[in-house]
């Protein structure tokens, strides 16, 4: 049983709106630091965001302003707002999960795509 799946990927025109989610069917997620990853074909994975058990945020510069990053621990959710997407912004989006004390254990989604039309 996988540990976490993302949602809300799909087709959007630049300048438009998604929101992932990141469900979590553990019971690591409310000791987890959270994040989001992204990769676009050719290049190297990248991190976008990433979220403590406390509500701490911190994002890649590329994303600051545009993407909030947010958990709902008593849902075991993660949620990825992205606004005023950019064609650049195009990949395939994944959570991981870290646990705090034992950073060990981890843990990816599959991914979701995300794509941004010009």
């Known amino acids: 049983q996988r540990q976490l799946v993302e949602s809300g990927g799909g087709l959007v025109q630049a300048g438009g709106s998604l929101r992932l989610s990141c469900a979590s069917s553990?019971?690591?997620?409310?000791?987890?630091?959270m994040r989001w990853y992204r990769q676009a074909p050719g290049k190297q994975r990248e991190l976008v965001a990433a979220i403590s058990p406390a509500g701490i945020t911190d994002y890649a510069d590329s994303v600051k302003g545009r993407f909030t990053i947010s958990r709902d621990n008593p849902k075991n959710t993660m949620y990825l707002q992205m606004n005023s997407l950019k064609p650049e912004d195009t990949a395939v989006y994944y959570c991981n999960a870290v646990h705090r004390i034992i950073p060990t254990i981890t843990y990816w989604g599959q991914g979701t795509q995300v794509t941004v039309s010009s």
């Open positions: 553990g019971s690591i997620f409310s000791v987890s630091n």
